[in-house]
């Protein structure tokens, strides 16, 4: 027994076992005695998936589930890995890495030399998440065979053992020749729909570049080359451009960070077009060696992107819509496009918004508003459901920097003015209380069901008597009112209802892209009359009260603003190179993202822009000339569904 083990006995600590890590320094573990749930012993252990082939030194990724007696989930379980090479196959030097949430490993040390017949056992660091998850890398130095178990401890004793709940995987290695084994390769984006550059603007636009070999297997440490074959900026008989594009990761992608081109020998801006771009992998072939040149026997693929002319100075502005007629009790994006002499887009150009006659500005905007890459600014208007009449918006960017509009100005181009008509007499916007008339099923788009009225704290749950209404409508009228007018996905609103006391209520509501009322709660007033309803919606929610079967009680209606929620992560790739990544909630594909600095005056510079995939996740690669601490945030627009949203600020070293 060692000293610290005799000394945490006299202390009456059980249920410890003592390792040093490092000189004589002692780390406390678990003993197999605590190996167990509230179910009970932890009995199973499972890995998937249980075979995968990879290239020799890339990690293949594994997910070992821990569970108890029950079958439950068992979290907080130390998984160890057990590696052996089988007899008679190639000798192993196996190393571990760390999975972040793309699949994306890193390397995280452990392992060791492992010949024909051996095995070691290397214990995780980390435990198992809340769903019984551990998930880790292993990579092999070689081609060849490796056997991967991952077990729980059961006894103690360090080593994998036949009682040890465990589940064994096979891993190949094959063999990787670096740019040679290349034998297909994939670009993303593919279209101009999808990536677009401003002439002259010193922005990169981002392309995913995924290389594997003939049988599919994706390969690590590949640099693709690319050349502007045809469209603007494209030279005769190009070269490869150098350092634009990294090496490829454990899933075989690399990021190319591709210029928008720049201005022309005689200073004018490149014309706007199309550009082809041919992605390759510069390989050797026989007696040639890789020449930094496309040859026709090299792996390669093709993009496009359309490349705009650098607008000039803001000239003009246009607000749609225009001349309709709009339902009442509704949210109405309006949509100011600031354009130059030319009709190009002008990004970057604070919109003022004005609003007059009907309607509110929606909570939780920016106003002005700076356009996007798109040129367009939008704002968002509410009405209520019994608001009618005109609807006027005014767009204004007189005496915005990057415009020919200067204060004052007369000019009838640089402020535009749109009138709409709103109408209660538009069915889908009217209150309706129909027994049809249903809230969506969708979780993202309704109000939760467990979502409880709770009554304020001098609120009582009586009903009057019988439990039933009464035939006439009670005398006070109902006020609603929400407590904060924009919340995220999750974090739940508060909704007060007042009236008279004691009476029984109906909350109606919607939640966009839904425009049809339905019943979602009711309850009756406390003796203060009133009530309290948390409410817990993914989207834009609108609601209203009335007396329970009296729609000609009906309040105001209000509207809960949702934002959508962003995450930022910051990843370093290399030398001044970086990975900007996170998701969005609600999950929408297509999303526009942007990310901006933030410089020593608070003030925001748009860094670059990307659209969310089809999980809401999105990517933003970009490499940087200096070095240096500096904030970034990103930010998303509105849209029918949601407000704008920001991420947290985060502080990011560049170096």
Known sequence: MTRTSKALKRLCVSGLAVATIGAGVPVLLATAAQAKTDAGPITGVSISPTSQTVAE?????????????????????????????PTGAAPQTVSFCTVDANGVTAPAGGGGSLNAGQNRNDQLAGTTNSAGHITFGVAGSNPGTLNVTAFFDANGDGVLSTGDPQAGAVQTMVINRGNDSVRTITAAPTNTSDSVAQAGSGANSSFTITVSDPNGV???GVTPSYIVSSGPGSVSNPTNTGTDCGQSNNLGQAICLIPAPGVTTNGSTTPSGTQNITFYVDQSNGAQAANGRLDSFEPQTTSTRAIRSAPSAATAVAVTPNGQTLPAGQVIAYTATVTDAQGNPVPGVPVTFTETGVGTFSGGQTNPANTDANGRATIQIVTAANETGTQTVTADIRGATATACPAGTTNTNCRNTANNTISSNIASAAPSASASATPSASASATPTASATPTASAS???STPAGGTPSASAPSQALTIDVQDDTITPGEGGVITVTGQPNALVELLAYSRPNTTYGVVRTSSLGDNGSIVFRINPGTNT??????????????NSVVQNVATALSLTVIRNGVRTYTFQGRILPRRAGQLITLYRVDNNGHEVLTSQVKTDNTGTWYIHRRFTGSGTFPFLVRTGQNLTNVSGQSNVRPTAIF
């Open 57 to 85: 030194d890339n990690c293949a990724v594994y997910t070992a589930t821990v569970t108890d007696a029950s079958g439950a989930a068992a979290s907080g379980a130390t998984v160890t890995v057990n590696t052996a090479v």
């Open 218 to 220: 994706r390969l690590q």
């Open 459 to 461: 609120a009582s749950a």
């Open 542 to 555: 609108r609601l209203y009260v009335q007396y329970k079967g009296l729609p000609d009680t009906a309040s």
